[in-house]
């Protein structure tokens, strides 16, 4: 997968008219590049691309489409560290315009202590990062 076929920027919601309707977060999003794993049920687990990521919830690329109100178990990479271990429904799975993938928004539905601390300093090392970017530039 390339930056081209992930359409990232300011294009990276999927038909963002069909969008805009379930866009209602209760958590400032941050736009990013990081692999995840996802695991629906008894199927086998497919690899995507998070794209953006809140305290809420996470928007990733895949190449598969997942039903609306699906549960899954979501396994965020984090370079050299353990993998964050997730919980999430499918909000929305949606094809992206001129690719082959989909853009499958999550939001988490029940996580224990341990991986909501690591989830909430993932963000904010996401955060801080985004921020000392922005004052580099």
Known sequence: MNAENLNMGDKHLANQ???SAENRREHKRFVMLEYAKIKLADEAE?????VDLSLGGLQLRSRHQYEAGSIVDVSIGRGDTEPIALKAEVRYSLPVKKSDLFATGLKFVTMDEASTHKWVDYVHNVFKDQGEN???D
Do not use: D, I, M
Not at 46 to 50: D, G, H, K, N
């Open 46 to 50: 497919s690899s995507s691309v998070l």
């Open 17 to 19: 008219e069909t969008l």
């Open 134 to 136: 922005l004052l580099a």
